[in-house]
């Protein structure tokens, strides 16, 4: 688990493909590894990656197939920046919100623009993550823990300070950038609770008004 407080910025250094799967090595600049041994989680831009190796100025790790069609790893290249956070421990500050590093699926900058001293950014999530992001709630953002400004559709915005571009990847987001994305994980399991037994059920499509309504959330016209 991660709470999506970045602790550095990172970079790719090298890609090594390995038939459907792919090894990458990334730099970690001012990232603490003292305390990281082989075998750990590592958050890079939001996902959960294990260190299998730790030449000493960063680390190695195995990504899969199933990570590489999800998210977009599979797009990195040899110098590009990528946002780091560790695992979290029990005495962890929890600075941001619940993060799993298990990415639900891939967003994109829609639109940027000058806020005062902040940025203000609309994303576009995929059509069948926008039930779970609410105004006011949290989203996690290339492993960056955010709160959501407004939502229209499929679309939300961020108001992003100068201190989160500073520290993240974030300053180099412009329209058309995709990103991963993942949903508040609370959402994500109250669904599957208010579902009840009718999670288990073959083509469920999840939550909608009349399961609201028999739950007691919607009254009947």
């Keep these: 688990m991660f709470t999506g407080i970045i602790q550095a910025i990172g970079e790719v250094a090298a890609l090594e ?3 459907e799967d792919l090894r990458l090595r990334i730099r970690t600049g001012k990232l603490d590894l003292a305390h990281i041994a082989v075998g750990d989680s590592i958050a890079t831009s939001g996902v959960c990656l294990t260190a299998v190796a730790l030449p000493g100025d960063g680390f190695w790790a195995d990504v899969s197939g199933e990570t590489l069609a999800c998210t977009c790893t599979g797009s990195l290249q040899v110098g590009d920046r990528v946002n780091l956070e560790t ?10 919100h619940l993060v ?25 999530a995929p059509d069948p993550l926008a039930r779970y992001i ?27 300070v100068p201190h989160t571009l500073q520290e ?35 083509g469920n499509t999840g939550i909608n008004m009349e399961l609201l309504q028999r739950c007691g959330f919607v009254r009947g016209s």
Excluded: W
């Design 168 to 202: 993240t990847t974030m300053a180099g987001f412009r329209p058309g950038r995709r990103f991963n994305l993942e949903v508040d994980i609370i959402a994500r399991y109250l669904e599957r609770l208010l579902l009840g037994d009718q999670a288990a059920s073959i």
């Design 134 to 160: 609410a105004a006011k709630g949290s989203v996690c953002v290339d492993g960056i823990s955010l709160t959501v400004n407004a939502v229209e559709g499929v679309c939300f915005d961020l108001n992003i």
């Design 100 to 124: 799993s590093g298990h990415v639900d699926g891939i967003g994109e900058v829609v639109s940027r623009r000058e806020d005062g001293r902040s940025v203000r950014f609309r994303m576009r």
């Design 87 to 96: 695992a979290l421990t029990p005495s962890t500050p929890l600075g941001g």
């Design 17 to 19: 493909p390995k038939g």
